[in-house]
């Protein structure tokens, strides 16, 4: 696995630093390099929230990047916010809860995926295991770790909370899951074109 | 000739001080030295001391000194006494000091309830850059930058010190003003600042009415006049707050 | 005093982080600080865990206090620090300039942010001047610009040692980008590691009866005479430049045979870094200096690598509009070596950046 860079924004709440952070961490304990920096503002929590990861075998460079693998804008306002991240090389994946303003997109991109990420989430699991769904998406896009590795970290952060109410931790990895799965059709579709 | 005794804690090599004729300075700094004396705190005092004429009291003292800048006398005697809480701390400083440039770290000191003590001199002026007007200064008293006398429109009212760490400071601070003039209640004014130290109660705060006649450009009588008539019917003497009894007004 | 990591290990944290465990590693006794971003963090671990180890915190009132306070508590003779970000580095100034002239092992450490004024609270380095030459002195401070979580660690550790051994207040310059991300280091106890801390000891409130085997200390800081000034300025100048060769550090890669040589310090060097392997893969000869000690400077080591290598050119790369030139080009006086710059302030810089620009001047 060579550097992959990965560029994830939403609103503050929307969990985009925490699947950075947990992603990072999963990486880490899979013996790889990972660097992982939040985009910070003076905000606290309104505005746009963007998190920067790169994960590889070897050292990493620079924190920051100008172009990712994988860009994912979870609101509207977070499109154009992230758009300059995406060149020829770059998946650029958005929620489809919400229709991207065509002038916003990228210009160059390899793919623009609408993931259902919200939609299945609240239809089939929780609203608020959204945020799972789309970092099983990261990884299935990227394969940056196994599942097993990002449930061990899971486990990590929220394992006090899951030891109460073991049916949020299978919610949790059903959600992964299925994100996974998603973008596994999703890149099947690409090769299908 | 027989000098007067001078107190134990003094440093000789350093007599005579180098304050104008006329300063209230070395007044408030004897009664300091006896205070000091009487406590028994020579050795484990450490006094720190502001930039103004209060530096002039640098190594007035038998006792570890520092000179600080403008103002942050009170951070520096604060870091002291939080690493080494077993050694008293004395922050010296004038009026442009303690009200002005450093009025932040004073009044942060005195709402953390630090357990240091200051001990701050009035003399409404700032005396060593020449005679500007100080925080202190009285409505229509005239000084370099006030010569036609300070107008309270454009620059409000004078600074009262010892009100406000009263007003601040919470049980166990000790706060007190005092003046030249009286000599041995100013005394007891700051021996009890120290012994609130020594208790370990809260901030101690003693404010010293003072003399400058270089600056005020008066003479001996109208030097006193304006101590007593003008500035102690301004700025009452007495205690403002003290958890060692019953307070003195 | 007790021991803070038993057992060296890997661990994976933000750099704010890393720099709290290191200062507690180091023996740091208390810390003095006010909230900036981006060094919060250091705060948070610090008053998270200092209480567990016995050790002190103050919160203050403003970033001119929490210096102040510093420069009493290593007066007092404890090992303390403060650390801040931007214009709480321009309100510190004062402090410093009191350690610098009572030469008190201070020690702070530098999160920079974007400025002038409050500028952006996420990155830059564009507090090189103020942190190498701030002040109303003459810049006898030591300074380290770190690059990676592991630096941090082994900087804030050296620096405690690096301010008692010499009393030059000392300095570990980082970034925003360093203190928020996370990468993995290794944490381990000084002494487990061989090294020796040097032990604190107090400037005032000295052991004994003052007048009976002692004599009071009177700390000087404001002088009657030029003459004693002068005498005083002079004595910690000559002092400074005897110690700068054991101080300075620095590191350098494919110098020997560079055609270009590309300088950054901080966490650009990691981009340089990066450039220079990508430029030698396109048969671009590059080399990679880099001044871990930014005060004092690796002057002399430059101009062996300028001569050495026989360079055409050389490339300042920096997060700030020439501030980290301006150091270079004055340790260098004289060099004919043609100098370009990329000059980015408060922006990261990625080797891509730096890969082009090279390309461009070639």
């Known amino acids: 696995m060579g550097l992959i860079k990965i560029a994830l924004a939403g609103e503050g709440g929307q969990g985009v630093q925490s699947i950075a952070e947990i992603l990072a961490e999963a990486a880490y304990e899979e013996q790889k390099q990972a660097i992982y920096i939040p985009n910070f503002g003076v905000e606290q929590r309104g505005g746009v929230s963007i998190a920067f990861l790169q994960v590889s075998e070897e050292r990493i460079g620079a924190p920051k990047f100008n172009k990712a693998d994988v860009v994912i804008a979870l609101s509207k306002r977070a499109v154009p916010r992230t758009a300059r991240y995406s060149d020829e090389n770059t998946i650029f994946v958005y929620d489809s809860s919400f229709t991207p303003e065509e002038e916003e997109l990228p210009k160059e991109a390899k793919k623009i995926i609408g993931l259902p990420a919200l939609d299945t989430a609240s239809r089939e699991l929780h609203p608020r295991v959204f945020n799972m769904i789309i970092m099983g998406a990261v990884i299935g896009f990227t394969g940056i770790v196994s599942l097993g590795s990002a449930k ?42 | 000739m027989v000098l007067p005794a001078t107190p134990k804690s003094w440093y000789l090599p350093t007599k005579p001080h180098k304050f104008c004729p006329g300063c209230g300075h070395g007044i408030v700094l004897k009664a300091l ?13 450490v006094f720190g001391c502001d930039i103004g004429c209060s530096l002039l009291s640098w190594n007035f003292f038998a006792c570890d000194s520092i000179q600080t800048h ?3 006398t009170t951070p520096v005697m604060v870091g002291i006494k939080r690493a080494r809480p077993e050694l008293i701390t004395i922050g010296y400083m004038g009026d442009g000091g303690g009200y002005s440039i450093g009025s932040q770290h004073l009044l942060n000191a005195a709402v953390r309830n630090e357990k240091i ?100 450009r008066t003479n001996a009588q109208q030097t006193w006049s304006f101590l007593e008539d003008e500035m102690e019917k301004y700025f009452p003497v007495g205690e403002f707050k003290s958890p060692l009894g019953k307070g003195e007004k | 005093m007790q021991k803070v990591i038993e057992k060296a290990g890997k661990a994976f944290l933000t750099g704010n982080e890393a720099a709290a465990w290191a200062a507690l590693a180091a023996g740091a006794e208390i810390m003095f600080g006010y909230p900036i971003t981006p060094q919060n963090e250091i705060m948070h671990y610090w008053t998270r865990l200092a209480p567990k180890y016995g ?58 942010r974007g400025g002038p004024s409050s500028g952006t609270v996420i990155y830059s380095q564009q507090e090189v001047t103020l942190t190498t030459f701030g002040g109303n002195g003459e810049g006898h401070r030591i300074v380290y610009s770190t690059a990676s979580h592991q630096e941090i660690y082994d900087y804030v550790i050296k620096a405690f040692n690096t301010a008692w051994k010499y009393r030059f207040p000392t300095f570990v310059l980082g970034d925003g980008y ?47 005479m030029e003459e004693e000034l002068y005498e005083v300025v002079m004595k910690f100048a000559a002092e400074y430049e005897a110690i700068a060769p054991e101080v300075v550090e620095y590191e350098e890669k494919n110098c020997d045979d ?14 340089a870094d990066d450039a220079v392997k990508a430029l030698r893969a396109q048969g671009i000869k590059a080399g990679y200096f880099r001044p871990i000690t930014l005060r004092p400077f690796p002057g002399r080591q430059l101009r062996e690598v300028i001569a050495k290598s026989g360079a055409k050119k050389m490339l300042i790369a920096e997060s700030a509009y020439g501030q980290f030139d301006r150091l270079v080009k004055q340790e260098i006086y004289g060099e004919t070596i043609p100098i370009y710059n990329l000059f980015m302030p408060g922006v990261g810089i ?6 082009n620009k090279v390309k461009s001047i070639l």
């Open chain 2, 117 to 216: 003590t200051v001990i701050l001199v009035n003399n409404t002026n700032y005396g060593m850059t020449g005679g500007q007007m100080a925080p202190t200064t009285l409505p229509g008293q005239k000084t370099e930058t006030t010569p036609y006398g300070r107008d309270p429109e454009i620059t409000g009212y004078p600074t009262k010190g010892p009100e406000f760490v009263a007003a601040l400071t919470s049980d166990g601070a000790y706060v007190a003003r005092g003046t030249v003039s009286k000599y041995k209640q100013l005394k007891r004014f700051i021996k009890n600042a120290l012994q609130n130290q020594i208790e370990g109660n809260g901030f101690s705060f003693v404010e010293a009415l003072s003399t400058c006649p270089t600056n005020w």
């Open chain 3, 350 to 355: 990625i080797d891509y950046d730096i890969v």
């Open chain 1, 152 to 193: 061990y970290a899971l486990e990590k952060k929220l394992g006090a909370k899951f030891e109460k109410d073991p049916k949020l931790r299978e919610l949790n990895h059903k959600a992964l899951e299925i994100g996974w799965n998603m973008a596994q059709e999703a890149l099947k579709e690409e090769v299908a074109k």
């Open chain 3, 178 to 224: 360093q203190a928020k991300m996370r990468e993995p280091l290794v944490m381990y106890d000084p002494e487990e590691k061989g090294m020796e801390m040097v032990k604190p000891y107090p400037l005032v409130g000295l052991e004994g009866k003052i007048g009976e085997g002692r004599e009071p200390q009177h700390l000087c800081n404001i002088y009657s």
């Open chain 2, 33 to 45: 030295g006896e205070a000091i004396d009487e406590l028994g705190i020579q050795d484990k005092t």
């Open chain 2, 70 to 72: 403008h103002g942050r």
């Open chain 3, 55 to 112: 050790r002190g915190f103050l919160q203050t009132e403003d970033e001119i206090s929490a210096g102040f306070t510093v420069c009493g508590a290593v007066q007092a003779g404890k090992k303390a620090f403060t650390a801040t970000a931007g214009p709480g580095n321009t309100l510190m100034q004062e402090p410093f300039s009191m350690a610098e002239a009572m030469r008190l092992p201070l020690v702070a450490i530098i999160q920079q």
């Open chain 3, 258 to 271: 560079a055609e270009i040589l590309i300088l950054a310090h901080g966490v650009v060097s990691r981009a």
